[in-house]
Structure formats: C-alpha cells, structure tokens
T-cell receptor, first 114, second 109 residues
C-alpha cells in the first residue's frame, strides 16, 4: 500500500544514453510533480502535471520530457544524459485547489551518470 | 523572484528545544510548508501555515509572520530520531513549492 512509488531506485548509466524513471501514486491525487535534488541537497521543482496537463516547466532542458498516461502516473524520460544530470529525482503528488495541499513524495531515484 | 534563507546546520541536545528559522521573499505567496528529510529518504510533510500565528502538532510547532516574511519550526523534547534535514518551502500559485536548501539538525545525547 505504497502511496507514491518510483522505479528504479538506483540508475547508473553512461553519458549520452537515454533513460526513463517511472512514478505511480495510489492516493487519488490529480497533481503530480518531478523534483531534482542535487549534491547540495537543494530540492528544485522540474515539472508539475494536473489532470494530465503540464502546468509548470521550470526552465528544464528539453532533454527532459515528462509523460503522463493518466493522472496516477507521471514518467520522466531523459535523453542524451550528461554528467550534470546526476542527482536524486523525486516524484510527488497532491490534491489541487485553492487551499495549499501537502505534497507526498516518492522514495527517490538516485541517478548516476558516468 | 523567490528566495529562502535558513541556517545550514544546527546541533541540539536530546530532550531540549530547538528553533529553526526561515526567512523568505516570494511573489504570489500562498503559504509556508515545513518538511523533514532523513538522509537517503524522501521529504515528509510536517506542517504548514497560511495565516499568521502558531500551529501546534504534538512536539512540533510552526510559526508564520507574513508581514515579516518569517517562519520558524519549533521542536520540543528532542529525540535522537529527530536528526534530519528540515526544509522550509514557500508555496505560490498552483501548488508550486519553492524549497530552501534545508537545515541539517544533529541531536546529540
């Protein structure tokens, strides 16, 4: 009964490769997010999807492409991986509306590019 | 623009009280969140404030002053398991969270 799950947990790959990270939530939320946490532990929003529509794209390189087949899933595909992409990527989900809603985070995917 | 400042590291003794401060400059501010993150784990929600004042949840309390752009997280009766990073985050617009770099708290016996 995991609320937000991600696969894989660890990903080691070489520069130039293409990889995907999958995320699923079973909380019935209609908004999902991708965050990147770098080596300095700074957690930064990358994308947000509300009911399968992109609502945030925080100047992320277009090598990163989120895909949401339905509101319970938000996958992240990364093309032509670079050394600087090494980080922990967190998926999160929340309700949406006028009030602030807490976000629930997945366990993270540690990506290492060599 | 968005900016959040919080101390990088703090140390406190088991059983004591510690206050972690956060100042923010945020356009379109909706509310202030606090998350806890243990090493190697995901952030987990602790509390949020929308209006000025103190919100208490067990051993944890959070305070907000919107006019001063200031918040703090108060942890009482510290336990060893409270050693973690504490992330202050301002919310703007459509549930967009802007996080600070976090305060790493070490609880010592």
């Amino acid at each position: 009964d995991t609320a937000v799950s991600q696969t894989p947990k660890y990903l080691v790959t070489q520069m130039g490769n293409d990889k995907s990270i999958k995320c699923e939530q079973n909380l019935g939320h209609d908004t999902m997010y991708w965050y990147k946490q770098d080596s300095k532990k700074f957690l930064k929003i990358m994308f947000s999807y509300n009911n399968k529509e992109l609502i945030i794209n925080e100047t992320v390189p277009n090598r990163f492409s989120p895909k949401s087949p339905d509101k319970a899933h938000l996958n992240l595909h990364i093309n032509s991986l670079e050394l600087g992409d090494s980080a922990v990527y967190f998926c999160a989900s929340s309700q949406s509306g006028d009030s602030p809603y807490e976000q629930y985070f997945g366990p993270g995917t540690r990506l290492t590019v060599t | 623009g968005q900016n959040i400042d919080q101390p990088t590291e703090m140390t406190a003794t088991e059983g004591a009280i510690v206050q972690i401060n956060c100042t923010y400059q945020t356009s379109g501010f909706n509310g202030l969140f606090w998350y806890q993150q243990h090493a190697g784990e995901a952030p987990t929600f602790l509390s949020y404030n929308v209006l000025d004042g103190l919100e208490e949840k067990g051993r944890f309390s959070s305070f907000l002053s919107r006019s001063k752009g200031y918040s703090y997280l108060l942890l009482k009766e510290l336990q060893m398991k409270d050693s973690a990073s504490y992330l202050c985050a301002s919310q703007t617009g459509a549930n967009n969270l802007f996080f600070g770099t976090g305060t790493r708290l070490t609880v010592i016996p």
